[in-house]
Each structure stands twice: as structure tokens, then as C-alpha cells.
């Protein structure tokens, strides 16, 4: 057989057979040029029968396809050639099918795959024509195709690199147009639009000259677009005057260039258009300025040099810089600036004078200058060109700022110990914090031991109260100043939930009880009927409930009067605090929420607290998206404090209230006590054994870890603050040790930051305790971990 293109009009390949048949032999012999041909070119091809099975693969169609041809002569050419639509994943109509049928050339579609046999996907293109015998009948299909990824990928990148100047242009701060050839607007950026208030209507494909009022169909402007045109001549800082019609007489400045759009041979120009209306206003005004103010330079009190433009020799300088410099006018004219003193040297004084001569101004903030005496100082140096006289000189100003300087050197320093002050002081903090809670923890847990003995008298009773309400005074004194640091340097977390604003409320109530009822207030409460939701921390808004609450308690004398109300008002909680105290002048209310301000102490009136209460409330309303205000008519008349908090909508119906919770039956727990004040571990196992726990104490790190393993405790009640190793190693050693792995571990410790409680968790602890720790909540957590 011999393999033929036909001519364009035949739509095919032909096959002409020879006269006679060749022997066998012959045919083995025969490569015949066509199979060649194809077997060598670049694209990939296939032929196939009029059945539409293979009959021939070249090395790029293996390739593409993944079939070996000895593999695929004889399969149908669907099991080969798998094409599918690139966006739709459908199958598409083999191409050969359609040339078989039709008896013409068929072009793939756009978006095409060919899906080789390994599932790898190339995007291809090209087409299929049948093969035809010399009498015209259809012998079977070839397929011409090509893998496009690398065409694709350049298209993209084409593609992208067009989108991102189309960025670039749309971003610039000055107007910029995109011309054709024939000075057509092709685009316009939004800087543009702005300037010149027009539409994209009234400016997109149009002539350039037609745009407004036609200001700009200048001549000179019309010469020059022509020059980039014809001889790729940029517009450089070109200015013209224009009269607009939305924006009046301005003076532009343009900048054009000729470009090639890419992928084409269509000319564009890029104009930029710069309003300089202003800049022109403000250099004339200060060549005006400076000609006339010239005159003043020698009563100046900054030394003041005059220098040539051209040369940057100094030709006049007024009698204050013979103070400054100690050079007199004499021995200063004729010299460049590096030889007296000013810059590090020759090529340093040269460079800012380049750079003064292309910019026409410099500044140094803090130069160094020696004077002619070798001193040292520190001077700001202002250089500026300008026109006198017809003529370019430059003027130096130079001020002594040596003292500024040393100043700005104190002030610095003073920051960085201001800094170190206040991360020193955050260190002391929590350092205090922890000295003050341990005693405060042994003093608590004796006092609750001597609560559960029944055979106290009078007195007894009396000084136990007394004593108690102190305690809890201290504690919540304590974390007051601990929190108000978090809140203020933002280092402190809210831990949200749905929760319901009575609830909040009662707790805080019997946080204060004590207090109000020593100072024998009269109490009014008034809380919905209904439950009023929100998201919040119920620990911070308790918080803030009790500080307004010791708030009034405070500042209302014995036997006054202190209201709470909670509403749900247009979408917000409000909670109202009420008292009939001493009020707040009128000068101090819009402070009010300042850290440390407090009204003027006087002797009677000891309740005043440390400032901080009402600072720590606004912070941490402020953090739940809500507000606090403050109002009072004058001192004598009392004080209202009103907090407005984001209200939610009623929870869902599977949430149920915690008031039908049954109690835990009471489980005791073997117990260790980790505690190096021996004090306060003592009381602890004392209260706990009442209880009814078996309890045991270790005073270091060491001995809790080998009691640990011979007592194997149920739980471990460990503070941090030990001397021999902290309580985090402790937890970590015991979280190792087979016997002990198991237990549960309590940080009960005086440290309570946020990261303490971050550390106390990583190191194995489940609960993190800040001391004092009351005792109730302390049993029900055994119990309930029990």
C-alpha cells in the first residue's frame, strides 16, 4: 500500500494500490516514506480502519496516550483516544466518528482532554480526516493532534500579565489614560474618573481631543502625540494649562509613552496626568517668600550659608555662623561644606550636594558638625535651591540642636526604664499576688474549720465574721489590681457562653451580702421574670456586678439606701446600680472610669479602695461590646451607674437551667497536699479530713514525688510556688510514674495569670486553683471528679 495526502479539494488521505501484488518478502520490506513521515513529525497521530480500530501510533501519540502500538493495533480507537470536555467532564464525540461518517475533516472542540491510559490529562487541539482508497472510498481516519499545556500556561501568563498592569494602572494615585493608535481612550483608571469628575461613558473610546469641553486640543499637545507615535519620542514632565469644565483652571503635567500590547502589534500610549496646580502655586510662593525674607538672614539665630548652585561654594553667610561654627564670613567664602566641618568627608558633602541640585531640597534630621575648634555637635541641616536675582543659589539653615538632642538621648533612655519599670512591675505583681495568697489560704481554711466546730461563743463567733469578711476584702483587693493589669496591657481572654443574666446577678449578690448588711444598707433587687440571655464570661460580668455593688456599699453611708435592677431593653441587657451616697462632683464624673481616681478621702471615710474598681469595670464591659456610664447630680445626691450589654435571643429549647440539677452524693478521695507553707497545707488537711477525705501532706517536690508513689493518691492538690522544683515538674513527674499517672492533678497555688493557667495544663494539672480557694467549691470539685 502507499500512503498518500490527497490534494486540498479531496478532504482526505488517499491510498492508491500498486499494479500487481509484491511477494511477501517485498511487503516486509516496503517502509513505506508516508508512515515515515509521520512517525517523525512533532504532533502525535494515529490512523485507524474503517472500523475505527488502530491501525498505526506514532512515538508522540504512545506517549500522549500511554498505549504502546503493538498494544493498540486492532482495539477500537475510543479505548485509546479518550477525550472528555475540560469544564464539563462529558465525553465529546470522537472526531474520527464524524470524519468516518461524514467523509470530512474534523476539528476538535474547544476545551478538550485526552485522557491517556495511566489517567494522565492533556488539554489538546487539532484535528481528524479520513483516509480515503484512489477510487474515493473512506479507508479509515488519521488523527493529528497536539498536547497545548505549555500553550495554555503561556496564555495564562499573557493573561496574567495583562490583568496585573490592568491592576497596577487601576491603582495609581494620578490619572492615567490608555490611548490607541488613532488617540482613542481604551481606558481610564478611577484616579481619573475622581480628578475630572466624567463617567467611563463619557470617556471610553473616545477621541482624546473631544474629552470635556475639548481643553485638551492643544497644538503643542497635539505635536507632541504625534512625535510618540511616529518616533517613539516619550513625553517627559510636559506641563499645560487647561480650563476644565468640572474643575476649573488647572496646571497638568504629562508623561507619555509609546508600548506594544502584547501578543499584537497595535501601537498604545500611556498617559499619565499629574495635577500640579498646587506645587506650581506653592514653589512660586516660595520663590516670592524667600527673595523677600533674604533680607532678615543676618538677624537670623541659625547660622545661615549662601552657596552657588553651580559650584556649591560658599559666597555669603550671616554673623550668627561664625558663633556656631566659630569661622568668620571671611575664611568661610570660596569653600564647599565638607571643609568646614560639615559631612564625614569630601565624597559625602559631594552626594548631598547631587542630590540637593536634582531635588532642590534636603533635610537632616541630626547631623554631625565640627566646629573649627574640633568640637563636636549636633546640628539640623535644611538646604533648599531657589531664584534670586536671576540667579540659582542655595541656601543652607543650620541650627544647633545639641541640647534637643541629649534631651531626646534622656527621654529615650527614660522610655526604655519606664519599660523595664512596668515589666518589672508586672513581675512584682505576680509575685506579690502569690506571697499574699498563701497566708490568705491558710488564714481562709482555718477560719472554715472553726466555722464547722459548733462550740464557739459569742465573741468567738463575732471575731470569726470580722475575720472572714477581711479576708474575702483582701482577696478581692488582689485580684482587682492583678486583673486591671491584664485587662489594660490586653492579656486577658474571655471565656464565653450563653448565659443568663440573673443568674449572674444572685451570685454576685452573695458575694456582697456581707458588706451591705455590715453597713446596714437597705437592699432593693428587681430581676425579670423572664430569663435575659447573653454571651459573656460569667466570671468577668460577676465581676463587674460586685465591684459596682462594693461600689455603692462603700460610698453610701449606714442605713442608706442601694438598688440593683436588670431589664431587656430594644435588643440590650440593662442593669441599673442605684445608691443614696455620697455622690460624685461634677468635676471628677467625667473621669470617673479613670485608673486610680477616687473621690477626696477624708478621715472618716476609710472605704475608698485603691482606684481601680470602677476602671477594671469599664474595661471588661468594654471587651463584652458593651458600655457603663455614670450619673450624678452633685455630691450628696447619690450616684447611678448603668451598663448596657448586647442581648441574645432565647436558647434553645434542648438548654436546661441548672436549677433542677440533682447533688452529688458526697464521695471522699485519697488526698496529697503539696504545699511549702506549712501552714496553709496544714489547715487545708485539717478542713479536707473533716470532710471526710484521707488526706496527707508533703512540704517540697521531692517528698510529694516519693509519698506519691507509696500513698498512690486519688488526688494531688499541688501549689507551684515550691523551693526545690515547681510545681509544673512536679506534675510532669508524676504524669510519668506508672503509679501515679493516673491521678488527678489540681494546681491550687497564688499565681493566677492567664499564662500560669496555660503552664498548669500543659503540665498535666485538669484544674487550675487561685488561692484562697473557697472550700465548698473546693469539696464539690472532689466530689465531683470523684
Not at 472526531?95 to 491517556?116: D, F, K, M, Q
Not at 531640597?361 to 555637635?377: A, D, S
Amino acid at each position: 500500500m502507499k500512503l498518500g495526502l490527497v490534494s486540498p479539494g479531496e478532504g482526505g488521505m488517499d491510498i492508491n494500490r500498486e499494479q500487481s501484488e509484491p511477494s511477501q518478502t517485498a511487503k516486509a520490506s516496503q517502509a513505506p516514506r508516508e508512515l515515515v513521515a509521520l512517525t517523525s513529525i512533532g504532533d502525535a497521530v494515529i490512523t485507524t480502519d474503517k472500523e475505527n480500530r488502530i491501525s498505526f501510533l506514532n512515538p508522540v501519540a504512545e506517549t500522549l496516550t500511554g498505549w504502546m502500538q503493538e498494544e493498540a493495533i486492532g482495539v477500537p480507537l475510543e479505548r485509546v483516544f479518550k477525550i472528555v470536555n475540560e469544564e464539563t467532564r462529558r465525553t465529546v464525540e470522537n472526531p474520527a466518528n464524524s470524519a468516518l461518517r461524514e467523509g470530512v475533516v474534523v476539528g476538535l472542540a474547544n476545551h478538550t482532554l485526552l485522557i491517556a491510559k495511566d489517567g494522565t490529562e492533556h488539554p489538546i487541539d487539532d484535528s481528524a480526516a479520513p483516509i480515503r482508497h484512489a477510487n474515493g472510498e473512506v479507508a479509515g481516519v488519521v488523527l493529528v493532534f497536539r498536547d497545548v499545556s505549555e500553550r495554555r500556561r503561556q496564555e495564562r501568563l499573557v493573561q496574567d500579565s495583562l490583568g496585573y498592569c490592568e491592576n497596577i494602572i487601576a491603582t495609581l494615585r494620578e490619572p492615567f489614560l490608555v490611548l490607541d493608535k488613532n488617540l482613542r481612550v481604551r481606558m481610564a483608571n478611577q484616579s481619573f474618573y475622581e480628578t475630572f469628575v466624567v463617567t467611563p461613558a463619557d470617556t471610553e473610546n473616545e477621541f482624546i481631543y473631544n474629552l470635556g469641553n475639548r481643553q485638551w486640543d492643544n497644538p503643542r499637545l497635539r505635536e507632541s502625540l504625534k512625535e510618540v507615535l511616529s518616533n517613539n519620542h516619550p513625553i517627559l514632565d510636559y506641563e499645560v494649562e487647561f480650563d476644565f469644565e468640572t474643575i476649573g483652571h488647572k496646571v497638568m503635567r504629562l508623561n507619555a509613552r509609546r508600548v506594544r500590547e502584547p501578543g499584537h502589534h497595535s501601537d498604545l500610549i500611556l498617559l499619565a496626568i499629574e495635577d500640579v496646580t498646587e506645587r506650581k502655586q506653592a514653589a512660586y510662593n516660595l520663590e516670592v517668600s524667600e527673595a523677600r525674607y533674604r533680607r532678615l538672614f543676618e538677624t537670623a539665630q541659625d547660622a545661615i550659608l549662601i552657596l552657588e548652585a553651580g559650584t556649591g561654594k560658599i559666597f555669603d553667610a550671616n554673623p550668627f555662623i561664625k558663633e556656631l561654627l566659630g569661622y568668620s564670613e571671611e575664611e568661610l567664602v570660596g569653600k564647599e561644606l565638607w571643609q568646614i566641618g560639615l559631612f564625614r568627608d569630601q565624597a559625602e558633602s559631594r552626594a548631598a550636594f547631587g542630590e540637593l541640585q536634582s531635588q532642590g531640597y534636603i533635610r537632616y534630621e541630626n547631623l554631625p558638625l565640627e566646629t573649627k575648634q574640633g568640637q563636636r555637635i549636633d546640628v539640623e541641616f535644611v538646604s533648599n535651591v531657589y531664584q534670586v536675582d536671576q540667579r540659582q543659589v542655595i541656601q543652607c539653615n543650620i541650627r544647633d540642636i545639641t541640647e534637643r538632642s541629649r534631651l531626646e538621648r534622656q527621654t529615650h533612655e527614660q522610655a526604655e526604664a519606664l519599660a523595664e519599670l512596668h515589666h518589672r512591675k508586672d513581675e512584682f505583681l505576680a509575685m506579690l499576688s502569690h506571697e499574699l495568697r498563701n497566708p490568705l489560704s491558710a488564714i481562709f481554711n482555718a477560719l472554715h474549720i472553726l466555722r464547722l466546730q459548733d462550740t464557739e461563743n459569742p465573741i468567738q463567733r463575732k471575731a470569726k465574721i470580722v475575720l472572714e469578711r477581711q479576708v474575702g476584702q483582701l482577696a478581692h483587693l488582689i485580684d482587682d489590681l492583678l486583673d486591671v493589669s491584664r485587662v489594660i496591657t490586653g492579656r486577658i481572654q474571655l471565656h464565653q457562653e450563653r448565659l443568663e443574666m440573673r443568674g449572674v446577678v444572685e451570685r454576685a449578690l452573695e458575694s456582697v451580702r456581707s458588706l451591705i448588711e455590715q453597713r446596714k444598707h437597705e437592699l432593693s433587687v428587681s430581676l425579670p421574670a423572664e430569663p435575659v440571655w447573653l454571651q459573656g464570661d460569667p466570671t468577668r460580668l460577676e465581676q463587674v456586678v460586685v465591684n459596682l455593688l462594693n461600689n455603692a456599699a462603700k460610698y453610701t453611708d449606714e442605713g442608706g439606701h442601694i438598688s440593683i435592677t436588670v431589664e431587656q431593653e430594644r435588643g440590650e441587657v440593662v442593669l441599673r446600680v442605684w445608691d443614696t451616697g455620697v455622690g460624685i462632683a461634677p468635676e471628677l464624673l467625667p473621669r470617673i472610669f479613670d485608673l486610680f481616681t477616687q473621690a477626696d478621702r477624708t478621715l472618716d471615710r476609710s472605704q475608698g479602695g485603691l482606684g481601680i474598681g470602677l476602671s477594671l469595670v469599664q474595661k471588661l464591659v468594654e471587651l463584652h461590646g458593651g458600655t457603663v456610664v455614670a450619673h450624678s447630680t452633685g455630691l450628696g445626691k447619690g450616684s447611678e451607674f448603668i451598663v448596657h450589654l448586647p442581648a441574645l435571643s432565647s436558647p434553645e429549647e434542648s438548654i436546661i437551667t441548672p436549677t433542677e440539677t440533682a447533688k452529688q452524693p458526697a464521695q471522699t478521695s485519697r488526698v496529697l497536699v503539696v504545699d511549702d507553707n506549712m501552714d496553709a497545707a496544714d489547715m487545708l488537711v485539717m478542713m479536707l479530713q473533716m470532710f471526710g477525705h484521707e488526706v496527707r501532706a508533703a512540704y517540697t517536690g521531692q517528698s510529694a514525688l516519693a509519698m506519691a508513689v507509696e500513698y498512690q493518691p486519688d488526688v494531688v492538690l499541688l501549689d507551684i510556688g515550691l523551693p526545690d522544683m515547681n510545681g509544673y515538674e512536679v506534675a510532669r513527674h508524676l504524669r510519668q510514674q506508672p503509679k501515679t499517672k493516673d491521678a488527678r492533678l489540681i494546681a491550687m497555688t497564688g499565681y493566677g495569670q492567664d499564662s500560669d493557667r496555660q503552664r498548669s495544663e500543659e503540665a498535666g494539672c485538669e484544674h487550675h486553683l487561685v488561692k484562697p480557694v473557697d472550700p465548698q467549691k473546693l469539696q464539690d470539685l472532689l466530689a465531683r471528679d470523684g
